[in-house]
């Protein structure tokens, strides 16, 4: 006896066939002005909070803060920056952006652990949610902050994205 012929499935080559129809799939497109405010203005206000903590001289009884600018802008360049690229290519078509500013939050957080690379002895450790928890407000700021630099492209609404956040029953204004 033999075995018979597998018969492909005709519904995945309809879903095919339809989404290639549809057209592309609209997604956010962030310029390089969104991106600098949104990445690089949280970065620079981290380091001159920083900056002014140093130079406050009540808290020279604990150490010298200077470090902590090399520690902010380390974390800046080698966690913020490629964890925000991938964030906004990873999220492109998701079209909320509140989803995109809590990500930016996430990454801002995440800064505090370059704080580890820096050794674990002593009160070092202590300075995670020091370093993290603001530049979490401040990366998620920053990315409220460039919504209106951000547009919709590639779907039916390509004027802006007057929609994206309004629930699909309202007009748009």
């Given at each position: 006896m033999t075995t018979p012929a597998p018969v492909k499935s005709t519904a995945r080559a309809r879903r095919k066939a339809a989404r290639a129809a549809a057209g592309p799939?609209?997604?956010l497109h962030m310029s390089i002005y969104g991106f600098l405010v949104a990445w690089l203005v949280p970065n620079l206000l981290m380091a001159a909070l920083v900056l002014v903590l140093a130079l406050i001289p009540s808290l020279q009884e604990f150490g010298s803060l200077t470090p902590l600018l090399t520690v902010v802008g380390?974390?800046?360049?080698?966690?913020g920056l490629p964890l925000c690229l991938l964030v906004n290519w990873a999220f492109r078509h998701v079209l909320n952006q509140w989803v995109h500013v809590l990500a930016y939050a996430l990454v801002g957080m995440l800064y505090g652990l370059v704080v580890l690379t820096q050794g674990a002895?002593?009160?070092?450790?202590?300075?995670?949610?020091?370093?993290?928890?603001?530049?979490?407000?401040?990366m998620g700021l920053g990315r409220v902050a460039a919504r209106p630099l951000v547009k919709v492209v590639g779907g039916p609404d390509e004027a802006g994205d007057a929609g994206a956040d309004q629930h699909p029953g309202q007009a748009a204004a």
């Open positions: 799939r609209p997604r380390l974390a800046g360049l080698v966690v002895g002593g009160i070092l450790p202590m300075l995670i949610p020091v370093i993290g928890f603001p530049a979490g407000i401040l």
